[in-house]
């Protein structure tokens, strides 16, 4: 490593007070991300009777809509590596917003509008590898040993906005819905996405971005050999290539992509089967009451918050590739052992919330760990891409099932064979990653400096 000069450029300190801000602004965004998705979900039956649309032409819109939401959830990566991290968290904030607001239009457009609508919702549920990407290079950058050896942790309480959201969406919805409609909830829920999204221009740009920009600027004013001097000292590779999509595919980004990607691909089945259709395989394979399903539902969310907080600990102290594969096996595990064993009450609530506790709970590692895992130059699009292939797992997963139940099989084997063992080979999947990190770190040669390390 180079030392740095006494008069180069180099980024300013990352705060404490920056990166407490960050991580709280980061959960709200994740959170009314979810409560937009989630919202969705909840009111699609009284959007669908405002359609004249009956149960299977609405399933069939959501499979489209859940196609174009990996499609335009994809754009959040390159606003990342080519504007900012701040700018990419605004993006994809406002998208979220977007879709609510134009969701409300849905009664006045023809029906296949709402497919374009409703794709937006693709940025939304991206916020989280934006999210990843961001906090792990700011979490990297500070002089605090105590952020630096719980960033994971940090990490696991903004991941844990999913379930926030999804009880924002489920209460405000009761309370709403009777009095402005279905129409005017989503216009609600547009309100706290966009003031979020405003206040991500009070956010640190993280030190990676600003060097890779500082490094750009000086080389296209002629500045070659400063701009040379700082790319050595930050320890930045590759600082002279415009970055492309097709760069997570090629060199050691290849297994990256590969690996995480299909990983995340596969655990999306089990997400699909075990948590978006938990209460129908529960009441059906087991012959659970739906009140007592509602009850193992929210029990099990409670538990999987816990798993949130327990995998991000956890991933600090063993290495996060390694806790997300283990979460992941365990969990098909588990499930399968819910799926074949008995069905007494309490037999069911123990087995589908360990099952739960190990399926959601590494999603604290997984978006960190992706950001961790690329160069400053392709983290974005790295991040954007494996958060958005994950619903091309659900789509499948529904598909399978659907084929099974048709052809005269069980939920009981369609969760299985869609469920629990995609789970399992999600686990291997990850396996197959780098343990190697493109982390930032600071280290002290005369100055504090951002450099690319391995962990």
């Given at each position: ?348 609530v123990a087995l589908y919330s360990v099952g739960t506790f190990f399926l959601i709970g590494p999603y604290s590692c997984v978006l960190f760990f992706v950001g961790e895992s690329y160069h400053t130059r392709i983290r974005g699009r790295g991040a954007a891409f494996v958060a958005a292939v994950g619903p091309i ?63």
């Amino acid at each position: 490593m180079s030392p740095i000069s006494n008069t180069a450029w180099r980024p300013a300190h990352v705060t404490n007070g920056q990166i407490k801000f960050a991580t709280v602004l980061a959960l709200l965004a994740w959170a009314f991300a979810v409560y937009d998705f989630i919202l969705f979900g909840t009111l699609l039956p009284e959007l669908g009777k405002s359609l004249g649309m009956d149960e299977a032409a609405q399933a069939g819109l959501v499979t489209w809509m859940s196609a174009g939401a990996v499609i335009v959830g994809l754009a959040a990566g390159p606003v990342m590596d080519k504007f900012g991290r701040k700018a990419g968290m605004a993006f994809a904030t406002t998208g979220a917003g977007v879709a609510s607001v134009l969701t409300a239009l849905a009664g006045l457009l023809p029906a296949p509008f709402l497919v374009l609508i409703r794709s937006f919702s693709g940025l939304g549920l991206s916020e989280q590898g934006v999210n990843g990407a961001y906090l792990s290079e700011l979490y990297g950058a500070s002089d605090d040993p105590r952020i630096k050896k719980r960033q994971g942790f940090i990490y696991s309480l903004v991941q844990g906005g999913w379930p926030i959201g999804a009880i924002l969406a489920a209460a405000l919805t009761a309370v709403l819905l009777p009095h402005i409609g279905w129409a005017g909830c989503f216009v609600f829920a547009a309100i706290p996405s966009f003031i979020v999204a405003a206040l991500t221009r009070k956010l640190r740009e993280s030190p990676q971005f600003e060097a890779i920009s500082k490094i750009h600027q000086l080389q296209k004013s002629g500045a070659h050999a400063e701009a040379q001097e700082i790319s050595a000292a930050l320890g930045i590779e590759e600082h002279h290539k415009p970055s492309t999509m097709a760069d997570i595919f090629r060199g050691r980004s290849l297994r990256t992509t590969l690996s995480l990607g299909l990983g995340h691909v596969l655990n999306y089945f089990p997400v699909q089967v075990f948590s978006v259709l938990g209460t129908t395989v529960i009441t059906t394979i087991h012959h659970v009451s739906f009140t007592n399903s509602l009850a193992i539902l929210l029990m099990s969310n409670v538990v999987a918050y816990l798993g949130y907080l327990t995998h991000g600990a956890l991933g600090d102290r063993f290495g996060r590739r390694n806790v997300i594969a283990f979460g992941w096996i365990t969990g098909g595990i588990v499930f399968t052992a819910m799926i074949f064993g008995p069905s007494d009450f309490w037999t069911v609530v123990a087995l589908y919330s360990v099952g739960t506790f190990f399926l959601i709970g590494p999603y604290s590692c997984v978006l960190f760990f992706v950001g961790e895992s690329y160069h400053t130059r392709i983290r974005g699009r790295g991040a954007a891409f494996v958060a958005a292939v994950g619903p091309i797992g659900a789509i499948l997963a529904s598909a399978a099932a659907t084929g099974i139940l048709g052809s005269g099989g069980t939920w009981a084997t369609a969760a299985f064979y869609f469920g629990a063992i995609p789970c399992v080979l999600s686990g291997v999947a990850v396996l197959f990653a780098r343990k190697n990190q493109h982390v930032a770190d600071p280290v002290h040669t005369g100055a504090d400096v951002v450099v690319e390390v391995a962990e």
